[in-house]
């Protein structure tokens, strides 16, 4: 049986297999881990749905950008039956000629294949570079996966001048002129320093899909912010009884969180998301709040269900538990996807504002900075007005204008103000 890659996330269109947990020859039981995938999501466990043996592994630890549905590895019921898969099998690429012709094709194409790698594929900075230097890239061997071009095999051919020499040939005017070879020569040496001056930082899934969405998200979500200052002393306040009195420790992002559910709970207009199809927003049924955490591989977004209706320490105590497994790598689908609001904290750094980008289909995201001394007049107990030291937050709101305006975004900051101090 061939087994595809699998389509571990409902945006998932291609993915990296980073580790396989099985080898050829290993008997499966039904819901081993047979590999680890990168998703466009996170890093999850591929379960085997069948039993047998693990016949032949079509796809190599490493590879990227396999798509979904393609071979990735072959079982059989019997461990006999691994000695009929042959060595070369391939599941990829074009359809097969018939039967009758197969053998011939198969040693032309090992015999072209020991004299020069096909390609079949240019990675961008292979492109780049070709088009930098002017090069034919059907002259240049390919040493990537699957026949990929990289940067790497034209950097080699311009060392080693047979790119250079091959680009000369083609471009070659039909009688001799030293002042284009002059001009050739100069423009060579001009160019050639920048193929060392940058490096390309090869993307994860989960960045590029990050990026895609992003890029959607400005594009086709109009974006209304709104801002507001919060005198955070009262919060750090409880903060420390909780603390003290009750030996209770949690976040001032805690404390966000747990604010911010309750002001959606009581402005269900904002607790909302945009349906394309409808062209009308949808109002939530539960208020499942998206946090913002940075991980080597990307930006995740864990979540936080029925946040309105958790104690503050539960919500601390679950955010550390997804921040740990996000980080790792080890999110389950169900718990990042979906969400009705997103928080994004920036306030452990020396950010004091910012506006983040909405998280569609979601209606919006709050950007947290970091909280401020202040001196700013305060209103003492006999009615007098004096310069006091205050601590200062200031909070955004990016907002889709297409769900709620102006007013319904002022009851948000206004309901989560007030719990906030």
Same mark, same amino acid.
């Given at each position: ?9 409902? /945006? ?122 002017? +090069?034919? =890239? ?16 034209? +950097? ?34 001009? /160019? ?11 993307? /994860? ?101 029925? =946040? ?19 980080? =790792? ?90 719990? +906030?101090?």
């Amino acid at each position: 049986m061939v087994i595809g890659m699998p389509a571990l996330s409902p /945006t998932m269109n291609q993915g990296n297999i980073t580790k396989w947990r099985k080898q050829e020859g290993d008997k499966i039981e039904v819901g081993d881990v047979i590999c680890e995938i990168e998703t466009d999501k996170a890093t999850l466990e591929f379960e085997t749905l069948e039993e047998g043996y693990l016949a032949k592994i079509l796809v190599p630890e490493g590879s990227k950008d396999v798509q979904v549905g393609q071979p990735i590895y072959v079982t059989v019921e019997e461990s006999d039956d691994i000695e009929k898969i042959p060595a070369d099998t391939s599941f990829g690429g074009d359809h097969k000629e018939d039967e009758s012709s197969g053998s011939a094709a198969q040693t032309v194409e090992v015999d072209a294949a020991e004299q020069s790698p096909v390609m079949s594929r240019i990675s961008p900075a292979a492109k780049m570079l070709i088009k930098e230097h002017g +090069l034919n =890239a059907s002259l240049l061997k390919a040493s990537g996966p699957r026949g990929t071009l990289l940067k790497g095999d034209v +950097l080699a051919a311009l060392k080693s001048g047979t790119a250079l020499s091959s680009a000369k040939e083609k471009t070659a005017p039909a009688a001799p002129s030293p002042q284009p070879a002059r001009d050739s020569q100069v423009h060579s040496q001009t /160019t050639s320093p920048k193929s060392g001056t940058f490096e390309d930082i090869t993307n /994860t899934q989960i960045r590029k899909v990050i990026a895609k969405r992003l890029l959607e998200s400005k594009q086709t979500t109009p974006h209304l912010y709104l801002s507001k200052d919060v005198i955070l002393d009262p919060l750090l306040a409880f903060r420390n009884e909780l603390k003290e009195q009750h030996g209770v420790k949690v976040s001032v992002n805690d404390i966000v969180i747990k604010a911010v559910a309750l002001a959606l709970r009581n402005v269900p207009e904002a607790n909302a998301y945009w349906d394309n199809l409808k062209e009308e927003a949808q109002k939530c049924d539960s208020v499942d709040i998206s946090i913002a955490v940075a991980t080597e591989k990307g930006l995740m977004t864990p979540i936080i269900r029925n =946040a309105d209706q958790k104690t503050i320490s539960a919500i601390s105590s679950e955010v550390k538990q997804l921040a740990e497994k996000a980080r =790792a790598g080890k999110l389950a689908p169900n718990e990042f996807q979906g969400g009705t609001f997103s928080i994004s904290n920036l306030g452990m750094y020396p950010v004091d504002h910012f506006c983040a980008i909405i998280n569609p289909p979601q209606a919006g995201i709050l950007a947290v900075g970091r909280g401020n001394k202040v001196v700013e007049p305060v209103m003492d107990n006999d009615g007098t007005e004096k310069a006091a030291v205050v601590t200062k937050m200031m909070l955004t709101l990016s907002a889709d204008h297409r769900i709620f305006d102006g007013q319904v975004g002022g009851q948000v900051f206004h309901g989560a103000g007030i719990e +906030l101090q």
